[in-house]
């Protein structure tokens, strides 16, 4: 049923019973050096807040451009959370020109006042302190910014941060929801869905997501989405990308199936077979494939198998004869030496001996210089030793008897270690001969089997064939019922887009108010979820129209028609939109002086506004907004004394 049926005659909505302001808004915004004043000081209020910059086509204009609101923009997604408030490069230039410097803001959260106060340089530390103003907050007990995060997302978001994608997760649902009420100047407002320009290097969570990821936060944020269909959701994707995955592999499959069907036909020339496939076919394929391999390998064996397996026994017996000769002949090379050094022991001392043996025969005593005959006769009166000849005789006989065998056996060893080398060169060159025939009649066997190896290879295409014909049935045969529970899963996630249809009817019915409250007139538009996401259309006196304007027109209003809803007290967004320069974004003129009396017309829903927001322009707004109650801070590209850091970079 079409919207247009519930279409109310003007705006109309019922303000969330007991609430007094805004869930979340901003009461001031302060940049100071350490131990100085705040050189600015900005107050801001419940309701509309204009930031102007004025553009050099404005009349008394300097240059707009570069004033420095997109930076203030920054600066309070800065304290409300996000990571960074500048381009690498532009915050390194702040930093070196405000090394002690701080950014803090003043904000009510539920009725509760928090300071956070944030650094300008790099080596300074968050401070985040409730009950407290900026003043106090430096010395007072101080909490960390990822805490200040999670009293938000506890206190403004809910349950809903438990409904965020698996990238954003519980812990960055708060980092989301800031990014699109607070969506960059640079997304031009082209879509709905596009919060942050990489270029900035804001560090948002939201940046690398897919427009289905950001889509769920905006349910999650609207109440549009449950556990359930998440779970759903995740699941259908899931078999969507299985089913794409067998779609593309049965695909493959069959191109190879033709291709190996047509190569075993030529290769084994089959006239006729079965069907393609089919199991007679396969069967046919295996038995001809068999009978030319066995064929081939009987011709192949007659040819060269006897030879080169004689030849190879011949070797293998030589190789073993080689390695124990060589075993041997390295045994009794280690043994000579030592039989060596043993017979020059031995020749030594028998020197020795010899020696004692010619001064023995009546010399004079060594002990006593008596003749030895005298000394036999009547003993040495000077020494008890005596010279025992016998026995030194006994042992130069028994030395000898030891050199005469260690000459023997070095005599054994060194002829064994002749004939051992010349059996290791025998065996060696014989060797050799066995390896050049085993080659060469391996060479001959590559060259004469050739067609064995082609009729082994034939074998595997046939049994390869056969294996793919069996993985394309097991893939077709799991496609059928995959796809019946796609669309059983498809069905169960309407019913769940269903279940927030009265959510997503009733933003559609804001959408459209909100449309024809910027561009009185013939015109309307509507909301619509569907599988493929959430559409905005806006119809042109019933034609449904898009260009780049109606695109800004289209971002403009779903953020107001939300932000409305937030008024209700039926959604989870903070009821703090923040718009940085949507004139820019080729909004018309007549439309931009609408937006202002929308805005003040939502301040009258409530005994105070119960919502808050920041618009920031270029573009001079109406003279009604020119005053104090409205324009919360002016500033200009030159000279560098009114620009928002009253400094140039």
């Known amino acids: 049923m079409s919207p247009e049926l519930f279409e109310r005659e003007r705006f109309s909505i019922k303000p969330e019973a007991g609430r007094t302001e805004p869930r ?28 102007w910059s004025p553009d050099p086509r404005s009349r008394d204009a300097a240059i707009g451009h570069g004033g420095g609101k997109s930076t203030l923009c920054r600066f309070i997604r800065y304290c409300l959370g996000e990571d960074s408030f500048a381009a690498d490069l532009q915050r390194r230039r702040i930093a070196d020109k405000f090394p002690n410097g701080w950014v803090g803001a003043e904000i009510f959260l539920e009725g509760r006042l928090w300071s956070v106060v944030r650094p300008l340089g790099f080596r300074k530390k968050d401070v985040v302190a409730e009950g407290v103003t900026l003043e106090e907050a430096l010395n007072a007990p101080a909490k960390g910014i990822e805490a200040f995060r999670e009293t938000i997302t506890a206190t403004v978001l809910g349950d809903s941060a438990a409904l965020m994608p698996p990238a954003i997760g519980q812990a960055h649902a708060w980092e989301a929801a800031l990014a699109w009420v607070t969506r960059d100047q640079d997304c ?177 005593c060594t002990i006593c210089e008596v003749p030895i005959d005298v000394v036999l006769a009547e003993g040495c009166r000077i020494s008890k030793a005596t010279c025992d000849l016998e026995k030194v005789r006994a042992r130069i006989a028994a030395v000898m008897a030891d050199i005469q065998f260690e000459q023997d056996s070095i005599r054994k060893l060194r002829s064994d270690i002749g004939l051992l080398a010349r059996r290791q060169n025998e065996h060696s060159e014989r060797l050799e001969k066995l390896d050049a025939a085993v080659k060469s009649l391996d060479r001959a066997e590559g060259d004469r089997s050739q067609s064995v190896r082609d009729a082994r290879n034939l074998v595997y295409d046939v049994e390869r064939y056969g294996v793919m014909v069996s993985s394309l049935e097991g893939h077709e045969r799991a496609t059928e019922p995959l796809t019946q529970e796609i669309e059983l899963l498809k069905q169960k996630a309407s019913e769940h887009r269903a279940a927030a249809a009265d959510t997503i009817r009733h933003l559609s019915l804001l959408f459209a108010d909100v449309l024809r409250e910027l561009i009185p007139g013939e015109i309307g538009g509507d909301v619509k979820l569907d599988g493929k996401g959430l559409s905005l259309n806006v119809r042109f006196h019933g034609n449904e129209r898009s260009t780049a304007a109606i695109d800004s027109l289209k971002v403009v209003a779903f953020d107001l028609a939300v932000l409305a809803m937030s008024i209700e007290g039926q959604t989870r967004t903070p009821g703090f939109l923040l718009h940085d320069s949507p004139r820019e974004a080729d909004l018309g003129l007549s439309i931009y002086h609408q937006l202002f009396e929308f805005a003040r017309t939502l301040e009258g829903y409530g005994s105070e506004p119960l919502f808050q927001y920041i618009l920031t322009t270029t573009t001079e707004p109406p003279q009604s907004f020119m005053n104090d109650e409205w324009l919360r801070l002016k500033i200009l590209g030159a000279p560098a004394s009114e620009r928002l850091l009253l400094s140039d970079l």
């Open 24 to 51: 979340l808004w901003i009461r001031r915004l302060a940049l100071w050096n350490e131990g100085e004043k705040p050189f600015r000081d900005i107050p801001f209020k419940k309701g509309l807040n204009i930031v």
């Open 188 to 364: 031009r407002f082209a879509d709905y869905l596009e919060w942050r320009d990489p270029k900035t290097d804001s560090h948002s969570p939201v940046r690398q997501l897919s427009a289905g990821e950001l889509l769920v936060i905006v349910r999650a944020l609207i109440g549009a989405i449950t556990k359930e269909e998440i779970t759903t959701q995740n699941l259908l994707e899931q078999k969507n990308r299985e089913l794409t995955s067998r779609t593309q592999n049965a695909v493959r499959l069959k191109w190879q199936i033709e291709e190996t069907r047509d190569a075993v036909f030529n290769k084994l020339n089959i006239v006729s077979a079965g069907a393609p496939g089919s199991p007679i076919e396969i069967q046919m394929f295996s038995s001809a494939a068999a009978e030319n391999l066995a064929r081939e390998s009987r011709v192949s064996f007659t040819l060269v198998g006897q030879d080169l397996s004689s030849v190879r026994e011949q070797r293998d017996e030589e190789l073993a004869a080689f390695h124990r000769v060589s075993s041997e002949l390295r045994e009794i090379e280690s043994v000579l030496p030592i039989r060596e050094r043993l017979l020059a022991q031995l020749l030594g001392e028998n020197q020795d001996l010899g020696n004692q043996l010619v001064t023995a025969v009546n010399p004079i």
